[in-house]
């Protein structure tokens, strides 16, 4: 007995050593996973702000590249630097303003109108000023295209009170999906109710059959019944008369 008893003991302790292994596996296993992820979202996280850094300098050399261009083009063809901040700014807006008519999903009729609009203030300020007023040819067209800019900038931003909201959420819903299924279930409707039809015809003429051969039946039942008492009519006063 106390042979037994120790093996048991040792088995249970065994047991219990086996099942600590394997809880202090996974337990190790879980360790570096976690210091591994731990590290992998720090490098994530560095390279993620490396590039934000990278293209943030990027385009602030291009932006700082942009606006000497424009004070330069402002200061040799039209005269002034001023212009060509304005001409800078009112562009970059009036390129705003496009895009976001084209998300928000203004015709493209009303954009092409702003742009012939601007076209034309801009033709005839740069006549006026040149003619009537008698300005130099510089600050003239500098005039002009500013007069311009403002002009299809004003247009774009008025058109963008044309929002539609029915035409703006349809781009981002399946109404093709929709339409075919709609069109699926309409068909499936119609054969539903065509089966359903045919299935009826067909119980109907089983039953019409059925009701046929029952008739069929009785009317021979009865005539059976009748000829047997017939028969048991005339055997009956035979039968009377031998008694």
Known sequence: MAERESSEQ?????????????????????????????????????????????????????????????????????????????????ILLSLAAAIASSILRITTGRRARALLIAVFVGVGSLLLTLLPLGWAAGPAAGCAITLGLVTLLADLLVGLSTFNTQRFTDRFMPLASEAELRATASALEDLREEALSGVAAEIGEAIGSADAAVGTLRRTVSRVAETLNRAAERIRPDRGGDA
């Not at 293209?55 to 004070?71: C, K, P, Q």
């Open 10 to 90: 040792s088995f249970s302790e065994s047991l219990d050593q086996l099942i600590a292994a394997v809880r202090a596996l996974f337990a190790g296993h879980w360790a570096l996973l976690r210091a591994e992820l731990g590290a992998i979202a720090r490098d994530v996280l560095i390279t993620l702000i490396g590039a934000a850094a990278v293209v943030s300098l990027i385009v602030t050399a291009l932006l700082g590249l942009l606006i000497a261009l424009f004070l330069v083009l402002g200061e040799g063809l039209f005269g002034s630097q001023l212009w060509g901040a304005a001409h800078m700014t009112l």
